[in-house]
């Protein structure tokens, strides 16, 4: 490997397996590094304490990538990929930068470092999205609609061999053709199921059930069991009973520092059960805590403060 080689180093492999590989470039120069995510044009440069070579469950799949993080061990920055660790080491020696291996490391305390976001913190994915012209769009449709009425057809005269068939022939297809948007055109019932699902989500935000987008995280409250799951992808993340004892669930903190926000559980005793960076709205957060009578806290955190909340949390998502 020359020089050039160690002061510029790529992504070999997607986040995920079988994901898209990122479009990502990282530079050295000196103990300042610059990415740029070749896809969007974005470029960011920063001065990281340490790096931070991560992978860690999540669902039935594992997610790879290389955090930038500082003095304070705050994530600078994210990128998702997964990167050749030899060369990667090299890299991190010619520019002076401490490297942290933490793929051997449990994915809870991963999850709970990557979610600890320092102000500014950005994350570049690398990848294009699906370009989706007019014409592919009516195409999707009319091919959608043309396919849910074979199946009516089909389901009614009883043919569900036929049925069966032309699902497997879709499958087939769709390993073979990487083009997502086939997706809608072999599934036409997502046309529908899809806006319903978004309508019937949105409904219960509205009635305080749940709080947060369709695909997660979400918090949803079980009344029947009195419990409290964040739910993604509709995998359930994490649950808690609610109460009044150690490590139940009995407010919710929705802080702010800076340019970062985020949702905190909480037992009575203040143990941090659960941390959610990202954007939460305020009344829809208040509608769910009051109808799970939740104690609900929204608060404007100092550095400290911040510091020691994101350390005290005993699991999180990134």
């Avoid at 931070?52 to 997610?63: A, F, K, L, P, T």
Wanted: aromatic residues 8%.
């Amino acid at each position: 490997m020359g020089d050039d080689a160690l002061n510029e180093l790529l992504p070999v492999a997607g986040a995920t397996k079988g994901g898209r590989c990122p479009e990502t470039i990282l530079t050295a120069d000196g103990d300042s590094l610059t990415v740029t995510d070749n896809t969007s044009g974005h470029s960011v440069r920063l001065t990281p304490a340490q790096l931070y070579q991560y992978g860690y469950e999540h669902g039935d799949s594992s997610v790879q990538g290389l955090a930038a993080l500082d003095s304070d061990g705050l994530v600078m920055l994210d990128l998702p990929g997964e990167w050749h660790t030899p060369h990667l080491r090299s890299f991190a020696t010619r520019a002076g930068i401490p490297l942290v291996d933490a793929r051997g490391r449990p994915s809870r305390v991963v999850r709970k470092v990557l979610a600890s976001r320092a102000p500014g913190w950005v994350r570049l994915h690398g990848l294009s999205r699906p370009s989706f012209t007019k014409w592919r769009k009516t195409a999707v449709v009319c091919a959608g609609v043309i396919g849910l009425c074979v199946m009516a057809y089909l389901a009614y005269a009883g043919l569900w061999a036929a049925w069966h068939g032309i699902s497997w022939i879709g499958r087939l297809i769709l390993d073979i053709v990487d083009a997502k948007w086939l997706v809608v055109a072999l599934s036409p019932a997502l046309m529908v199921i899809r806006p319903v699902r978004a309508r019937i989500h949105r409904r219960r935000v509205d009635k305080g059930s749940i709080v947060g987008p369709l695909q997660g995280p979400y918090l949803a409250g079980k009344d029947s069991r009195w419990r409290l799951q964040i739910i993604q992808r509709n995998v359930v993340i994490a649950d808690f009973p609610m109460g009044v004892d150690i490590n139940e669930a009995f407010s919710l903190l929705l802080y702010s520092y800076e340019d970062l926000t985020g949702l905190v559980v909480l037992d009575r005793m203040d143990h941090v059960l659960h941390h959610l960076p990202g954007r939460w709205p305020a009344n829809d957060v208040d509608r769910f805590a009051k109808r799970q009578e939740l104690l609900l806290v929204v608060e404007r955190l100092s550095r400290e403060e911040y510091l020691d909340l994101v350390k005290r949390a005993r699991t999180a998502i990134p």
